[in-house]
């Protein structure tokens, strides 16, 4: 797939649209799907028909945001949830099923962004009329606060394309003290423009991130942003109990003529929180009263698959579409013993890939994975085996590689996972204890697992976690999971291996300069590769994302850029009357 060019933008965004459109069958956003559930007929299908207007949409959530603040907002679905109904960003992708959903739109812009200087500078103008919550204009200036904001030491997390790919934005920290950024210039108030050190053709995928969406400096409450971020979609936050629930209701400053994706059917959104996992799925299941006109936060739990694929009219109601994420058990390779290369290779031999299958629910919803980057990535969309590791793992080649480490006799170490992946958590457990590595393991609400896990000092030696393509690019997997030069002390996002290779860095940064879009996909393809023998990670799975949705929902499909996850841009009820108030 030829995923870099520097010609015209709207060129390299039909390219990479195509590109999408040739792989896709069918959890940050933006890469391409392959593959289809044999298990279910919803792939790429809107389950209940066209909404109608009104009534309140429930959410049923085991847990609470990471973050919805837009500097901070970088975990699927929370993403998916803040740009569809609470922000808009310069771009976003359109609201259709299956591989429509991979086409770009303008959101808050007129168009894709106009580029000059061999794609080093981007410009966009916004659309005219556009209103906050409370009826004052949206700005320019108020992106580039946004964008600035974003490298704020105390507003960690989130997507960190500003701080990478803008000139001058080295140490940059933020607009408290009243600095600002060079490099992005609003001449006026509809106008923006962003000077990159380096070509960057894929901007306008970039630029469908949150860190793109306009925040007013006058409601900037800093960490408290998170709280009550400000609307400048079609809701608005009324009500927010943390880890309980949160109500939206209509913006009635929101243009539906200036957004041609967000149709905003129902009158209200009531996200439940705290819910255990197999409450919410019976409900599901069951789909009385309000539950009827619930759709899920997280899917399916393994031990539920059997009791919705067994029933005809249940399984009518799911959805499954790819998620083209790879998981994978990361290793502090700063730390002992996991400095060492043979320690970290003993753990990719002994690790049971297809244990972590049967813990995720077995191969209708999961595969295993062979490499880093996810097969949407690869030539023929399917991820190559460089290591030769049986699916099971092999115990006693792992032996040998911690005895050649000196470890002959195995050592102690701790696991964190999400406490929704404590039975992949188990899995781990068991299959390194065949090769003599004991591991306790250590649960975290995953409202709170990346900020725990993205703390350096303080985490655990291993973290099982994953990362999912913003857009079908190696550009957007393989220097974030493995640039060492962007580990942060706290809010460390993708890097969970900590690895810093200065071999791997430099190829890095070759690879980016290429202009040959074929050679540059080859050799993102080969690094991956290169990457896994030197043993940051071992590749654990693949899940498409199973959801259930309640018998009164319409307009229900899996988006392929937010990672299978429900589009909320277009999801509303059958009969709104049905609905609670």
Known sequence: MNKRTYVLATALVTTLTLAVTGCSGGEKSGGARTGKNPATTTVGTVLGGTPQKGGTLSVLSNQDFTHLDPARNWVMPDMDFGTRLLYRT?????????????????????????????????????????????????????IKYNVERSFSPDLPGGPDYAARYLAGAKGYQGPAQGKHLDSVKTPDARTIVFELHTAFAE????????TFAPVPPKQDKGPQYDNRPFSSGPYKIDTYARDKQIVLV????????????????PDRIVVTMGLKGNQIDDRLIASSGSDASAVPWAQLRPESISKVLTKADVKARLLAESSSCTEMVQMHTGRAPFDNVKV?????????????????????????????????????????????????????????LLKEAGKAG???????VSINDKAIGEAIQQSLGRAGIKVTIETVDPSAFYDTIGDTKNRTDL???????????????????????????????????????????????????????????????????????????????????SLLVGTNIAGAYGHISWSGQIDYATVGLKDPSKSSN
């Open 90 to 142: 310069l771009v976003t992708y359109k609201a259709a099923p299956g591989a429509g959903g991979s086409e770009l739109v303008p959101d808050l812009a007129e168009n894709l962004g106009t580029p000059s200087n061999g794609a080093k500078t981007w410009t966009f103008r916004l659309k005219p009329g556009l209103k906050y919550e409370d009826g004052t204009p949206i700005t320019a200036q108020d």
């Open 203 to 210: 901007f306008p995928f970039a630029a469908t991130l949150p």
């Open 250 to 265: 209509r913006n009635t400053h929101w243009d539906p003529k200036s957004d041609s994706v967000r149709k905003a059917y």
């Open 344 to 400: 970290r290779q003993a753990v990719q031999w002994a690790l049971d890939r297809e244990a972590i299958v049967t813990a995720t629910g077995g191969p209708a919803v999961t595969d295993a994975s062979s490499a880093a980057m996810p097969g949407s990535l690869f030539t023929g969309g399917k991820q190559p085996d460089t290591l030769k590791i049986p699916l099971s793992g092999d115990p006693e080649k792992a032996k040998q």
């Open 410 to 416: 195995g050592f102690s170490t701790s696991l964190t």
């Open 463 to 545: 973290v099982y976690t994953g990362w999912c393509p913003d857009f079908p690019s190696g550009t957007t997997f393989l220097p974030f999971v493995f640039d060492g030069r962007y580990i942060k002390e706290k809010g460390n996002a993708g890097n969970h291996s900590l690895f810093k290779d200065d071999a791997v860095m430099k190829r890095m940064d070759e690879i980016a300069a290429m202009t040959d879009g074929d050679r540059a996909n080859k050799a993102w393809q080969e690094l991956d590769g290169q990457i896994l023998a030197k043993a940051p990670v071992a590749p654990g799975a693949m899940k498409r994302r």
